[in-house]
């Protein structure tokens, strides 16, 4: 068969695959990955990926100690994470983005990523290519190398992304104190903007719908910023808000032991048409989440030229309180709770009644 | 709701059912992980998991240098790897095998593991709780530090493990030489032996059934002996056998541009009950397939010796070739080609009887 007869992914069959895919990845092929020459064995070329590890500590910061190996794994796929109208280029973005907000999340270097593709069979090779596309663009745009992977027939397409990455000092959920500033990337309720707007009607005005779509279909991972925060030396504990601040907020509480003041005007939005709703309650923003030792009052200056230097707008949110205090606003001297809810896998009960356990049996 | 009131995984929600699982696998709880004192934050911790690479090298193994970082993910799911009978414990079991299979491939010590696992709404918790035992087990048997993971809803069970090992001269596919002796571990066709029998109705003896549903059921990987083959420094090239034998050499023959010869009678299977074809074209075995060294014609007399070290049979099945010669059995001067066919993910939609990759459709 030749290549222009071939549409579907099972005129390649898995070797044919396995080829196709990999040498869009093959050592070196990604633009900049800094860890390329670090790589002994890459994608499709043996039972695992290899990399010398020397080379690639030496290579990812020069004279930095890098220490610690730091991993995630994280899994997107049809029906639960990709939202009407993304495309196969954006499905294959986001399963790289996601991973690398957690690196992010850590102050870590990413450097290497393998990918697990499930892939409905009938599969148009065009579309998967597009897949592949995303998954490279990603990885480019943050000099990441694709390592390895591994392609298995699934119901629906669905990805796990496997991220590792280098830390001299990483930044822990664990590590806040009552006294230290909150704060914020970017701005809130972006993605979940996009949402209302594609599968609930919400209206906005159209440089807000574009901002919001570009957040919900193709989401930046704050890499450089995590890696400028953390070696800055003044972030106490930092985490990404995949799933919307109120849960990211409780997360951060329960590990630290702490509670949160919050200042309402201060939460960063894209625009006053953006709901605070959406801000609070709603994911997919992968901003970072960080307290600030506010020692001797240096903190918001050292934040202003951080901020200008990266580029990216740094909000503070509120401080960081003692963990009986719980997590409100603060709005003159009246308190309002702020409620423990947001996007959470299995939280809605449903009459599905499929489960693996009781399908055959 | 009272924990016993709970029987399906919604009645815990997402933070429930992390918590629930990351419990079983927070630091130190794997019973002997070699590396558990080196992670600094472990499963359901942190957005990422931290490994001290110093301390994680200085444990692996006592002095070495362990310059490579080895990497593999690989999926299982229930509608094409878990055959019909298989028990939740065993799925889980089998997800963190297959991974460590490809560690083994290299000869390299696996120490940490994450595992993203897709699951159906309505899934007894008693059943999940199986299939956490399952990796619990495998990860413990092997001293292997499960990390981290992530969980999302999904249509059916889906598991993708990604593991992590260190390397000081990992062993892989490019580098077989004519005149190297062809090996493999163990007897092949097994796990082909045990599908047979549950879901084609073949018959063997007693003892051959149980051997064969275990192989199937709960594969063992060759851990310890890729380690001490790929430390005898004989080995030239190594891979898993999880395709079969007649893909596996195909695929080994391509790395290393080589060909090889067969003996037919060598090829190593638990009894004349089972059929050559099971042997060389089916997958699941989970053995190592290696060349050595014959230099001075020592290579035999070390395997024994590895041999009995391991308690593992170890057969010579032929040799390598140069690359023209093909992939053939044989038998006299009769010279009898093999097939390269095995299973395959998406290649055959056909009127093959056999492969796993129509089993369900």
Redesign the interface.
């Given at each position: 068969m030749s290549e222009y007869s071939m549409r579907f992914?099972?005129d390649?069959?898995?070797?044919g695959?396995i080829e196709r895919i990999s040498k869009r990845f093959k050592t070196g092929a990604i633009a900049g990955a800094v860890c390329g020459a670090c790589i002994?064995?890459g994608a499709g070329?043996?039972?695992?990926?290899?990399?010398?590890?020397?080379a690639?500590r030496a290579v990812v910061g020069a004279g930095a100690e890098?220490?610690?190996?730091?991993?995630?794994?994280?899994?997107v796929?049809k029906?639960?994470?990709f939202p009407r109208g993304m495309s196969p280029f954006q499905m294959g973005w986001t399963a790289v983005a996601v991973n690398l907000s957690?690196?992010a999340?850590?102050g870590?270097h990413p450097f290497?990523f393998?990918?697990?593709m499930?892939?409905p069979?009938h599969t148009e090779l065009s579309a998967l290519d597009e897949v592949v596309s995303g998954i490279e663009a990603c990885a480019s745009a943050y000099e990441l190398a694709v390592?390895?992977?591994?392609?298995?027939?699934?119901?629906?397409l669905?990805m796990?992304g496997?991220c590792?990455?280098f830390?001299t000092t990483?930044v822990?959920?664990?590590s806040a104190k009552p006294g230290d500033l909150l704060c914020v990337t970017g701005t809130l309720g972006n993605a979940a903007a996009g949402l209302k707007m594609i599968e609930g009607g919400m209206k906005f005005s159209p440089d807000i719908e574009s901002v919001a779509k570009s957040a919900l279909f193709q989401p930046v991972p704050r890499v450089r910023e995590g890696i400028a925060l953390a070696d800055s030396g003044m972030v106490t504990s930092?985490?990404?808000i995949s799933d919307g601040l109120a849960l990211s907020l409780a997360e951060l509480g329960r590990?630290s032991h702490v509670g949160f003041e919050l200042y309402e005007d201060k939460i960063p939005v894209l625009s006053h048409e953006v709901p605070r709703e959406l801000a609070l309650y709603y994911g997919g923003d992968y901003e970072l989440l960080f307290t600030l030792d506010a020692g001797a009052g240096t903190g918001e200056e050292k934040l202003k030229e951080l901020q200008s230097e990266l580029g990216v707008n740094v909000s503070i949110i509120g401080r960081v309180m003692p963990e009986e205090a719980g997590i409100y606003f603060k709005k003159g001297t009246v308190r309002e709770e702020i409620a423990i809810k947001g996007y959470?896998?299995?939280?809605?009960?449903?009459s599905?009644?499929?489960?693996?356990?009781?399908?055959?049996g």
């Open positions: 992914i099972e390649l069959g898995e070797t695959l002994a064995a070329e043996d039972d695992c990926a290899l990399i010398d590890m020397d690639a890098y220490r610690y190996l730091v991993i995630t794994t994280d899994t796929q029906s639960t994470h957690d690196i999340a850590m870590a290497a393998v990918i697990a499930g892939i069979e390592v390895g992977g591994d392609i298995t027939r699934s119901k629906e669905i796990t496997t590792l990455g830390a990483p822990k959920r664990d930092m985490m990404d590990r959470q896998h299995f939280s809605i009960l449903s599905n009644d499929g489960g693996w356990n009781n399908r055959n």
